[in-house]
DNA sequence: ATGTGGTTCCATCAATTGATTGAATCGCAG
DNA sequence: CTGCGATTCAATCAATTGATGGAACCACAT
């Protein structure tokens, strides 16, 4: 049922959509096990009981937080097929690479959940394994490296991910990275941005069969 | 002090190293708030007391497993570097990719604590900030990249970072991409090699300036 | 055997955490 | 105003979790 899903994103006004706004934070930086559901309501400033009684219990607030995220990620990743259209492979990957570093930039919670799921286990048995969109193919198809969603090569699929993966990394790290190249946020994330098109663009435009190498 | 460290690692039979090994693991699948210490002894055998005995508090635990890893993966850099020493650039680069692949896919816990430290807040106030040794600047020299370790442009800290995130991206990810690409792991493990090489080797060898694109 | 230092476990504690109950409180239609 | 459903909170629980004290155990030198 994820009708107290929606009205949450339709009314972010809403006790629902507060606790929703901030539970991605939340759930963001500090993971599932990392974030206690005090936290949360003492940032949205209510009880925890309050909590509850909108969400249930922690694992179907974590999950509506984590489908929530992929239904803004799957929004903008249409956007940003609507933009690159037609347009030849070297300018696509330019182009997406901008959009979608600024948008992750923007809300970064979004690609620190991607790598929590991706990355680190959860210790509850099941509950938390609850169906979660998957773009990978559609991004491959997107952009122009399959014919359809379905039956993606999985060396595409891998190319995909790693894309994907690197610009998660930067957005993820930036409180790591930043301090280590000292510099402030709009130029980081400029420098960002030149790094994954330096890496990735010469890859896809002027590839001449390295995977076999 | 860090000699108990340096003990657990130079006999890892002893009580010290099978209970550093096993939180090396544990650590890396939880997470520092998704692991107890009780899964810890539990797994090793052993009550939590003796494990306090041994360690201390659970935080200076993490902190020992932080600094093992750092020091593994350092040795392996050093390896690697003898490695490749005086090679070209593109060579250095495969050599390095596969080596470095393969040595993280053998110890993916390595992997997968450096991206928690990255990527991951801790609700500990303090503690938790210990002092962790940061390879990328001698990568970065290794690699051919800068001259010494010491003011290296944060450009080529950004493109090491990337290079770098890549691997530790596919490694820590196998649970959650190997069954997208429906690989075994061993093909598995060759293909993220294969595309780590297609995605980093033509961007570092025949790149003409696209860092101002 | 006796003592000694090092090691291990059982029992237990205090604090934290997820969750619930029941009593207010609020908005508002009748 | 009255009533009623929806919402909020204070109080409280049970389970988990990090941590400790003390008794037992073990190897081994004296």
Redesign the interface.
């Known amino acids: 049922m994820a009708s107290a899903l929606e009205k949450a994103r339709k009314d972010p006004e809403s006790m629902k959509g507060k606790i929703l706004t901030v539970a991605r934070r939340i759930f963001g930086?500090?993971?599932?096990?990392?974030t206690t559901t005090r936290m949360i309501a003492l940032e949205v400033g209510i009880d925890i009981s309050t909590l509850h009684y909108h969400w249930g219990e922690k694992g179907d607030l974590y999950e509506a937080v984590v489908l929530d995220i992929s239904k803004d990620l799957g929004q903008e990743l249409i956007k940003v097929e609507k933009r690159i259209h037609g347009l030849p492979l070297q300018d696509r990957l330019?182009i997406s690479i901008d959009l979608m570093t600024d948008y992750l930039f923007a809300h970064p919670e979004i690609s620190?959940l991607i790598?929590?799921?991706?990355?680190?286990?959860?210790?509850e048995e099941a509950g938390l394994d609850f169906k979660v969109p998957?773009f990978?193919a559609d991004i491959a198809r997107s952009m122009g490296l399959a014919k359809d969603r379905k039956n993606v090569p999985?060396?595409v699929?891998?190319?995909v991910?790693?894309?994907m993966?690197?610009i998660h990394?930067?957005v993820?790290?930036e409180n790591?990275?930043r301090p280590?190249?000292?510099?402030d946020r709009g130029t980081y994330i400029d420098?960002?941005k030149?790094?994954?098109?330096?890496?990735?663009?010469?890859?896809f435009t002027?590839?001449t069969d390295?995977?076999?190498?």
């Open positions: 930086e500090y993971g599932f096990h990392g330019a620190n790598l929590f799921r991706y990355f680190g286990k959860t210790r998957e990978t999985p060396d699929m891998m190319k991910l790693g894309v993966n690197s990394s930067f993820c790290g790591f990275f280590m190249v000292n510099l420098m960002a030149n790094t994954l098109k330096f890496i990735h663009i010469p890859a002027q590839n390295l995977t076999g190498a």
